[in-house]
């Protein structure tokens, strides 16, 4: 079946947006900052315009939830509204990537105003007439794991806080079922953020549209 390539789309959050919150505060008497969102409307607009499989649907909407998570933080931490990215790529070493019709997942991640973010999310799918088609039954499948989709891929953070500021860039290669997994796992060895993450995105039986939730810890340094 043909599939279709990388037509982003966009959305916002902010509180305009009924049924879709991301909040962030940090914690009274310990020094840890938190964030959680949750989305109803957002994930609808971002993918319904494609014809995505569910399972990219899926994780679309996971990595979506975690730009959004990491936006929140940057925000309350550093008092920044700066540009996100993260891509999900098949590896270059894996020498069956260029045959696989999943090629990447970008979602990018804006300041729109003092209190809204401006979202753009796309899934790139070779037709089947480009690509073997070895991973063509896990799109059909409704639970591939996200490294069912990207054997051997690599999951890239960059974060641009304008003007003056250096440009942060981080590079993991994916491990465990979801994204978040492989988010935490690079925060896990990096020295200077202590942040956890955890999201979920589910399918609505009544509409078909795709609703997320997602929350994120970050323990603050000492002194």
């Given amino acids: ?27 009274q008497d310990a020094p840890i900052c938190a964030a959680y969102v949750t989305t109803t409307q957002l994930m609808p607009a971002l993918i319904a315009p494609f014809s995505y499989p569910p399972v ?30 993260l891509q999900i790529k098949q590896g270059f070493e894996d020498r069956h990537a260029a045959l696989l019709p999943l090629r990447f997942m970008v979602v990018e991640i804006r300041p729109h105003g003092d209190t809204q973010w401006h979202i753009r999310a796309c899934a790139h799918l070779e037709s089947s007439r480009e690509s073997s088609g070895v991973n ?11 490294t069912d989709l990207f054997p051997g891929g690599l999951a890239i953070m960059s974060i641009d806080q304008g003007p003056g500021t250096p440009l942060y860039q981080g590079i ?38 795709w609703h997320t939730q997602g929350a994120a810890l970050h323990l603050l340094p000492h002194g």
């Fill in 56 to 85: 990219v649907q899926r994780h679309l909407s996971d990595l979506a939830t975690c730009g959004l998570l990491m936006a929140g933080m940057l925000q309350l931490r550093h008092k920044s509204q700066g540009t996100i990215s």
């Fill in 136 to 146: 063509t039954p896990l799109l059909e499948a409704e639970h591939g794991s996200i």
């Fill in 172 to 209: 993991v290669e994916l491990n465990g079922d979801r994204l978040d997994v492989s988010f935490n796992h690079y925060f896990q060895q990096s020295a200077q953020t202590a942040l956890v993450l955890r999201t979920h995105s589910f399918q609505d039986p009544a509409t078909q549209g």
């Fill in 1 to 27: 079946m043909p599939y279709p390539t990388c037509n982003a789309s966009s959305g916002a959050i902010g509180p305009s947006n009924i049924g879709d919150t991301l909040t962030s505060f940090r914690m």
